[in-house]
């Protein structure tokens, strides 16, 4: 009897170590800061300008659209103290808008209204319109030439022998025109900061997709997730604009289990839409990592990855401890303060469709945890 006690016990430990993922060596530590100093909202964006993280735009509770911003910064003791900014943006009130920044000054556009206050989305409104904002004040720039969108991407990668004279880009989104149909994109526009034109690219690259997810590292951006439709995306992309035309361009691999190797198993978590990403580390060093957290998949997730791009030569995404029950959201705002990355408001949705939205107006750090024992099971 003692041996067959013994023997189920290895029987059970044995189901439980299988359910688990393979992945589960989790580290880091969510940890909450100052509320957002606005009101709670989804669809807003975020941007950094020297020292100072902005949020702004979104949508509230009462299904408003909104203009005002705000900025914080960050203490000693890595909390948060939110501001007010003196000048609203200046475009109409929207959600799902585009932001990109080169440190030193921001540019902010598309999106659009959802009309829900007024009692119909027969209204929802596209905006094509892009404004520069310099810490101080608003100025309007050449309007987006392309399709009207939201949830489109919007990144700045610096010139790795001039980072002052980097490149910006909008990419992919969602469009709607009404009776003449709707759908997403995978377009790409390049926007030459120093004469603030827009040019569209001779190609297109990656799936369809509208509110994906974008991380710079040096002067590589990394495209990964988002949503088309019921689908969601597993391709990363890795382009690096500096690069021979022949270079820019590369597909990692995929959010997927692949044929022989063992550490993708769970790969297939990682794909949603409407989630936030940050970087914290620098490049120089080879410390940089790229965390993913938030979103949905059917429903809210939780679950939080880091993306090491200089493990092997597709990079390796690993679990790390998921964002609190509580504090589950999508459409939500990341940046990084001091090499530290937060995250902030966000709701339930990310296209609303009720009077009533529920949002967030809390904020959380990540702290990344050390793992000792990195396993290299390629």
């Known amino acids: 009897m003692k041996t067959l006690r013994n023997l189920s016990f290895l029987f059970v430990l044995g189901l439980f170590f299988a359910g688990c993922h393979s992945n589960d060596d989790e580290v880091g530590n969510w940890k909450k800061v100052e509320s957002f100093g606005g009101m709670g909202r989804l669809g807003a964006v975020s941007f950094v300008l020297g020292e100072r993280a902005y949020v702004g ?3 509230n509770e009462q299904s408003r659209e909104l203009r005002d911003f705000y900025y914080c910064t960050a203490n000693s003791d890595r909390d948060l103290t939110w501001y007010r900014c003196t000048d609203s943006f200046p475009g109409e009130p929207r959600l799902g808008a585009v932001a990109f920044s080169n440190g030193k000054v921001a540019y902010v556009g598309l999106g659009y ?11 929802e409104e596209y905006f094509n319109d892009f404004y520069k904002y310099d810490g101080t004040t608003w100025t309007k720039v050449a309007d987006f030439p392309g ?12 010139d790795p022998n001039n980072s002052g004279k980097g490149k910006a880009y909008v990419a992919y989104g969602q ?9 997403t994109l995978k377009d790409w526009w390049e926007f030459d900061l120093e004469t603030e034109t827009w040019k569209e690219m001779t190609w297109t690259y990656g799936e369809k997709r509208a509110g994906a997810c974008v991380a710079v590292v040096g002067s590589d951006a990394y495209i990964f997730t988002g949503q088309d439709g019921s689908s969601y995306p597993n391709d990363v992309i890795r ?4 690069e021979s035309e022949s270079e820019q361009r590369e597909l990692l691999d995929p959010l997927k289990d692949k ?9 297939a978590m990682i794909p949603r839409g409407y989630a936030t990403a940050f970087v914290v580390g620098k490049d120089s060093d080879q410390s940089a990592r790229i965390y993913l957290v938030s979103g949905a998949r059917g429903s809210l997730l939780s679950d939080c990855w880091e993306f090491n791009p200089y493990k092997g030569e597709k990079g390796r995404w690993d679990e790390v ?3 609190p029950s509580f504090a589950l959201r999508q459409a939500a705002c990341a940046f990084v303060l001091n090499d530290v990355g937060y995250i902030a408001v966000g709701g339930s949705t990310s296209v609303p469709s009720s009077s009533t939205l529920t949002v967030k107006q809390t904020s959380y750090l990540f702290e990344p945890g050390i793992d000792d024992d990195d396993q290299d099971d390629d």
């Open 147 to 158: 399709e009207r969108r939201r949830y489109a991407l919007g990144f700045y990668v610096p």
């Open 113 to 123: 209204s959802a009309g829900l206050h007024t009692g119909s989305t027969s209204t």
């Open 175 to 183: 469009y709607n025109k009404g009776n003449e149909g709707s759908g």
């Open 57 to 59: 735009t979104g949508i």
């Open 321 to 323: 401890t998921s964002l």
């Open 259 to 267: 044929d022989g190797q063992s550490f993708d198993n769970d790969y």
């Open 239 to 242: 382009f690096s604009p500096f």
